[in-house]
């Protein structure tokens, strides 16, 4: 069925670098990839989405690459910040009948931000 | 601001106990969902619904039942609730239309005992 992979499963990184996390979907009628951030105890919240007609989009630090022809998205942060510490969610729609679609969900990226 | 409201964030129930879960939103969204959050495993689909009285199962729905019964409220029923029920649970709710992010609640992080 259908599938999202993501990777790392951790990322350690230093105040000022970049991260990049890497997801890749199976179903090639996807059409919609949101990024979710998890800060502990609370639920996900979306932080950024890219639509299938767009090949980046990008929102102040934050930037997601879209690769229809390998399945392929990713999400980049510069400038990290210990703030961004947090378990990353990547998405994929997965159409249903009627014309609905649900979203499948990658096993998440715990990311640590070192100061 | 708005909101997915999950009644407990914390539950602690009881083997073949019945659990009831709920979530409420006030955005006026057609579409709910309840996922579970299990480590390694990520968030995985237990049921949905489109609109009021309407429910579709997702791909986990073995033990579990949901209710719609108005637009802004929607629950998670455990029907007899065991051991590998203990999980958190996440409710979620999105506009009608094929491509908008979900708003998630903060989560009901369930024990069974």
């Known amino acids: 069925g259908e599938n999202v992979e993501q990777h790392p499963s951790t990322l350690s990184v230093q105040e000022g670098d970049s991260a990049v996390i890497k997801c890749t979907y199976s179903d090639s009628a996807s059409n919609y990839f949101p990024w979710y951030k998890q800060e502990l105890g609370k639920g996900p919240q979306l932080i950024i989405d890219?639509?299938?007609?767009?090949g980046e989009k990008k929102d102040q630090r934050i930037a997601v690459t879209l690769n229809k022809t390998a399945k392929h998205f990713s999400l980049h942060i510069t400038e990290t910040q210990p703030e961004d510490s947090a378990v990353y969610f990547c998405?994929?729609?997965?159409?249903?009948?009627?014309?609905?679609?649900?979203?499948?969900f990658g096993a998440g990226t715990r990311l640590a931000v070192h100061p | 601001d708005v909101k997915v409201t999950q009644s407990s964030r914390y539950l602690v129930k009881r083997t073949g106990e019945k659990v009831f879960l709920e979530c409420v939103q006030d955005m006026d969204h057609e579409n709910m969902f309840w996922y579970r959050q299990d480590p390694g495993l990520g968030l995985r689909l237990i049921y949905f619904s489109y609109d009021v009285k309407m429910k579709e199962k997702g791909d986990i729905p073995e033990g579990y039942s949901v209710s719609r019964e108005k637009k802004e409220r929607f629950s998670l029923i455990l029907e007899s609730a065991s051991t590998n029920q203990t999980s958190m649970y996440l409710c979620?709710?999105?506009?009608?239309?094929?491509?908008?992010?979900?708003?998630f609640g903060s989560g009901t992080r369930l024990t069974v005992v």
């Open positions: 979620a709710s999105r506009p009608a239309g094929l491509n908008y992010g979900y708003t």
């Open positions: 890219i639509r299938s007609n767009v």
């Open positions: 998405a994929a729609t997965s159409p249903l009948s009627g014309g609905y679609n649900k979203l499948i």
